[in-house]
Antibody, heavy 118, light 109 residues
């Protein structure tokens, strides 16, 4: 079965760090574009970051310099390292497979909640 | 980067047809994809490309595009279609960097 499972969310103080994981099954992470998308409580979807199959990475301006996307091919897992967290980073974080040939996110994880609060 | 604009809310009577629109400059060059999100759930892809549905998506969902506007049409809306709908496309430079519309809350009356 093709699926994504995110873990690593939780309550963290402002300025803290957190690493999210996204374990994939049924397909190979390194052969695909993979993205992180977040959704603040009661708000819409916001694209956060992408890692291309070739390894290039891109970030939304709102997280550039603070977040790092990466993957571990041996574990078939995608990561999002989040540093210098702010209250406005509070959101459900989804990982998604980017079906690049069709310009669509075809597989989504269930999401993991990150709450930044003192 | 580009912006995609959606109406915040739309309503439709049960069994009737509703169109949800998404406007943006990038849509003149690239197709939009559409996602359905129900409360507490992850988004689900419902339309991609010119007018394609993933396996399992009912054929009452269809997509179209004209100029800078992409549309998602639900023909014969059902109670279970009540959800938030988001469009997504490339940015205006053609980079595969996700840009989402603000979302449309669909109410089925």
């Amino acid at each position: 079965e093709v699926q994504l499972v995110e873990t690593g969310g939780g309550l963290i103080q402002p300025g803290g760090s957190l690493r999210l994981s996204c374990a994939a099954s049924g397909f190979t992470v390194s052969s695909n574009y993979m993205s992180w998308v977040r959704q603040a409580p009661g708000k819409g979807l916001e694209w956060v970051s992408v890692i291309y199959s070739g390894g290039s990475t891109y970030y939304a301006d709102s997280v550039k310099g603070r977040f790092t996307i990466s993957r571990d091919n041996s574990k078939n897992t995608l990561y999002l390292q989040m540093n210098s967290l702010r209250a406005e980073d509070t959101a459900v974080y989804y990982c998604a497979r980017d079906w690049v040939s069709e310009d669509a996110f075809d597989i989504w994880g269930q999401g993991t909640m990150v709450t930044v609060s003192s | 980067s580009s912006e995609l604009t959606q109406d915040p809310a739309v309503s439709v009577a049960l069994g009737q047809t509703v169109r949800i629109t998404c406007q943006g400059d990038s849509l003149r060059s690239y197709y939009a994809s559409w996602y359905q999100q129900k409360p507490g759930q992850a988004p689900v892809l419902v339309i991609y490309g010119k007018n394609n549905r993933p396996s399992g998506i009912p054929d009452r969902f269809s997509g179209s595009s004209s100029g800078n506007t992409a549309s998602l049409t639900i023909t014969g809306a059902q109670a279970e279609d009540e959800a938030d709908y988001y469009c997504n496309s490339r940015d205006s430079s053609g980079n595969r960097i996700g840009v989402f519309g603000g979302g449309t809350k669909l109410t089925v009356l």
